[in-house]
C-alpha cells in the first residue's frame, strides 16, 4: 500500500512537472528568443548535465589530463579545429599522429606547410590545416606564449568566437560559452526556437543563451558536456528523449506530448542548402618513362608528374595531376587539346616533338563531391618517353613558372594526397594492371597489340558505318603510334 502511494506521488509530480514545463514554453512561444532561461532552469540544466557528462563522457585523447597549461592549450585548439566539420572517430587517428609528430606549439611552428598538409591529407578543408601553422609561427614569433583569454586568442589567424571560446573554457577554465551546431540544436529544443539558425542576429542570441547556461566552476566540463549531448543523444534526426538528461527542461519535448502536429525534430528549422556548382576538369596522370639509353643501363628514371595548387583558393598549396578546368561535358578530342597545351605552355611538352607518346588511354570519369562543389573528372593516363627520362624533363623546365614535381610510384603512393587525387590515382592503377603487361615491347610487337586491339574493337561491335559501307574502327594510340583502321 506504501509503494502504491509513493509511485503515485512520483507520478503526480511528473505530471505537474510536465504541465509546469508545457505552461512555460506556451508563454515563451509568445515571446521571440530574447526570453532567457530563468535561474531556477539554468541550475537546473547545470546540475542535469554535468551529472551526465561524468558518467557518460567519451574517452577522448585530447581530453587526457595534462598539467602543462602550454600544452594542454595546444592539445585542446589541434583537436578543435580538426574536430571542425569533422567526426569525431575520424579525427582520433589524426590527432595521435599530429601529436606524436608535432607534440608542442613550438615543433609546429618549424615545420614546411607541405608536411602539415601531407599529414592533414584526408580531414579536408585545408584551410583549417593551414591556419594551425600560421597560428603557431605567430605565436612562437611573439614570444613563445600562448594567449590566456578569449580576446587575445581570437587575433590568432583561424581561430574564431567558437574555437577562443573552446580553448579559454576547456583549457584555461574561463566562463565562457562556445557555440557550433550541436549547441544550436540543444538550445533551440529547450527552447521551442523556431528562428533561422542561419541568420547571423540569430547567432547572436544563442550565443547569449549559451553565455547564461555556462558554469562558472566548470565551464570547460559544461560546455563539452552541451556538445556532446547534441552529438550523442540530442541528435538531428533521431533523439533520445528518452535518455535526456534535461528533457524536463524541454519544452520542444513538452509540446510534442500535447500536440501530435509537433515533433522534436522541427527545431530547429531546416535551412535549405545552397545548390552545389557542378564543375568540370580534364586530369591527366603523365608518367615520365626514360629513353632507350636509359633502359639499357636499368637506370631508373621514371616518374609521375605533380603540380602545386595556389596558395589561395580551392586546396590552396596541395599537389596534384595536370589538370584544365573545362566549360561543361566536352568531348575526348578538346579535352586532349587542353591539355597538350597545358604541357606545352608550362613543360614545354610536345608529344612527337619533344617526346614521344607511349601510351594515352582515357581511363574513366568520376565526380568528386566537395560542400559547395561538385566536380566532374575526365581522367586521361599519358605516358610520355622523354630523353633523359625526369632528369630531361628537369633540364626543360622553370620551376618558377607552376611549381612541379617528378615523383616515382612508392613515393606517390605514400604521399600526403588529398582523396580526390588519390582516387583519380587508383583508377589509374586499375586501368594499367587491367590493360599493360610490358610497356617496354619492340616496335614490333608494339604494332602487332595494336592490331590485335583493333581486332577487338572490331569483334565487340564498337564499329561506326560509313559512306559507301565502309567500316570505321575507334582511333587508338598505343605505344606511342596512334591507329585508326577503316574496313571497306
Known sequence: MVVNKKKKKTATAAVANQTKTLRRCDQSSEQDIEDLFSQDETQKIRASLLKWYGLNRRDLPWREHEDDVEVRVYRVWVSEVMLQQTRVQAVIHYFNRWMSKWPTIHSLAQASLEEVNEMWAGLGYYRRARFLLEGARKIVAEGDQFPKTVSQLRKIPGIGDYTAGAIASIALKEAVPVVDGNVIRVTARLKTISANPKDSLTVKKFWKLAAQLVDPLQPGDFNQALMELGATVCTPSSPSCGTCPVSDQCCALSVSRHDSSVVVTDYPIKVVKAKQRHEFSAVCVVEIVGDEESLKRHQINNGFLLVKRPDEGLLAGLWEFPSVSLAGEVDLLPRRKAIDQYLKKYFTLQP????????????????????????????????????????????????????WKCVDAEVLSNMGLTSGVKKVYTMVQKFKRENFSDLNLDCKKRKRRAMNNMEILCESGQTTIGAGGSVHLPERTVDGVTYMAILV
Open 352 to 403: 612527337r616533338k619533344t617526346c614521344d607518346i607511349v601510351s594515352r588511354e582515357h581511363v574513366g570519369e568520376y565526380v568528386h563531391v566537395f560542400s559547395h562543389i561538385r566536380l566532374k573528372m575526365y581522367v586521361e593516363l599519358l605516358i610520355l618517353r622523354v630523353e633523359g627520362g625526369i632528369n630531361g624533363l628537369v633540364s626543360k623546365r622553370d620551376k618558377d613558372i607552376v611549381p
